[in-house]
């Protein structure tokens, strides 16, 4: 089956330091793959998404996510945590097949101390 | 900026009963989903339309929810009769066809069922 797994339900970091996100999936053939964030009773925002080309994708508020094929992970990362960056973060991968949704990961809980 | 427009933004009935969710997509995203997301887990697809054809309602629960776009445009979601279970958040998202293309979430319906 495809699946998408977040390891961590928490991560604890303190603000100014670098953060990291894991995500790793099982999908067969090259999949697309996406970060949402999602504040308290809102939808999900579009963080980035990796298509193809470099495996070290950049997207919105400094977030960046790096691409490893044969690990099957997609971590996101951000090199100095801000308080505001405290919420709920959603790894996604839709398979290369035409029709097929978004398969989300449970998330995983970022909470920035200042 | 564009946005997906969802209402209600909370519900609270009692189970039983019947109650529906509206859900207007990104002008020109031919694509449009339903996900429900209950409390510390993922969202999972429910339905997901292509123009007014259902693509893939696999995980929806038809004895007691059903969903429509009949004119290929805005989207209805009714469940009948409610159950304890179904309490959750039901978002709706839309996209360009073509797996490529992330998502653009709404707010979501906040459903309590008492």
């Known amino acids: 089956a495809q699946s998408v797994a977040q390891p961590e339900d928490q991560v604890n970091v303190a603000e100014g330091n670098p953060l990291t996100v894991k995500c790793t999936y099982s999908?067969?053939?090259?999949?697309?793959l996406f970060w949402y964030v999602q504040y308290p009773n809102r939808g999900l925002q579009f963080l980035l998404k990796?298509?193809?080309?470099?495996?070290l994708v950049k997207g919105s508020y400094g977030f960046e996510a790096e691409f490893n094929k044969s690990q099957t992970s997609f971590h996101l990362k951000k090199p100095s945590a801000l308080v505001s960056d405290s919420a709920l973060y959603f790894c996604?991968?839709?398979?290369?097949?035409?029709?097929?949704?978004?398969?989300f990961g449970k998330g995983t809980t970022l909470s920035v101390s200042s | 900026e564009a946005e997906v427009a969802q209402s209600p933004r909370y519900k609270i009935t009692e189970k039983s009963q019947a109650v529906a969710f509206w859900c207007d997509p990104i002008?020109?995203?031919?694509?449009l989903y339903w996900y429900r997301q209950i409390l510390g887990q993922g969202p999972e697809l429910l339905v997901q339309?292509?123009?007014?054809?259902?693509?893939?309602d696999s995980q929806l629960p038809k004895d007691r929810f059903s969903a429509e776009r009949l004119k290929g445009v805005d989207s209805t979601l009714k469940i009948q009769p409610a159950e304890l279970g179904d309490s959750a958040m039901y978002l709706c998202?839309?996209?360009?066809?073509?797996?490529?293309?992330?998502?653009?979430f709404g707010s979501g319906t906040r459903l309590t069922v008492v």
């Open positions: 999908v067969s053939g090259n999949p697309y």
């Open positions: 339309f292509q123009d007014e054809s259902v693509v893939d």
């Open positions: 998202a839309s996209s360009f066809p073509g797996q490529g293309y992330g998502y653009t």
């Open positions: 996604a991968v839709r398979p290369n097949q035409a029709g097929t949704a978004l398969i």
């Open positions: 002008s020109g995203h031919a694509t």
């Open positions: 990796y298509i193809t080309g470099d495996n």
